[in-house]
């Protein structure tokens, strides 16, 4: 508490400089100390047990091993990940709270038209920590083995076709076909689901011709023959199915949607703090068994560093909001 007596025998201005000295004093001690030296508050803006939870309660073990701090997750779910974002944003810039986002994060710029945030100004990229690919799949009984044959038998027969997704917005099920369809200049049909599930038994029934769920999540029926691939949606062959072409390759060049998670904070963590949060998780994600898990996931770790993650998340703001635009997607 801060006294206005004076001090006997000492002038009162001396008084108040020896004061303010021992503040920026202790203040100096306090912003010496390694980060992290108290427990960090990890917001995770959706509901326990989904896809950005359990990513986020995968890494949680091995940064609060690395940190020798504890990691408190705290799940805010609402509006698509609005609500948790929000609390982020109008948290302190001090690096001791981050939030998981995922590649909805970059849709949500156009999908919702006020944000009660700014997604590029109010917030700090700290790291990016996985990304996985979508995989176009068709029925069987769509005469069609690749995507030139698909697109063909699109332009002949336009509205014929649809295909599933796991909701309006989905970055991947539905904003990803979208991208395709503006690409390649074809009309199919778009049959919203509540999640990717529902969607990928009714192309497994043959009720809808095509969908782009996750990797892991058709491979059993690729195996199988439930279904046909046609192709991944990153740029690179994915390690799970490695005899699967991109889309890119397949005739689509430059084509990429694909989910991501990353950390951010609030604007303003020091630059230092987030490269640690950055190379301290870059680090974690080379443990063989985290890898595994990972890739169990339909994903793979993939670091970028805080300046890098910046411009990557304004390319993806710009290319979904083209493919919100174009589509007419509505937040649900």
Known sequence: MFCSTRTRGMPRTNSLSALVGLVFLAAGVSYSQPYPS???RLIV????GGPVDSMGR???PRLVDAWGQQIV???RAGANSIVG???AARSAP????LVLISASFTVNATLYPKLPFDPVRDFTPVTLIASGPGMLVTHP?????NLKELIALAKAKPGAMSYGSAGSGAPTSHLGMELLKITAGIDVVHVPYKSMAPALIDVLGGQIQMSMPTVNAVLPHLRSGRLRAIGVSSLQRSPTAPDVPTLAEAGMPGYEAINWFAFLGPNGIPAAIAEKIHADTAEVLKGAELKERIAAAGMEPKSMPPTELAAYMKTEIVKWGKAVKASGAKAE
């Open 38 to 40: 108290r427990p960090v």
């Open 45 to 48: 803006p959706y509901a326990a």
């Open 58 to 60: 995968l890494l949680v």
């Open 73 to 75: 997750i705290d799940n």
């Open 85 to 87: 974002s929000e609390v």
């Open 94 to 97: 001090d690096g001791y709270t």
């Open 141 to 145: 009984s769509l005469p069609v083995r």
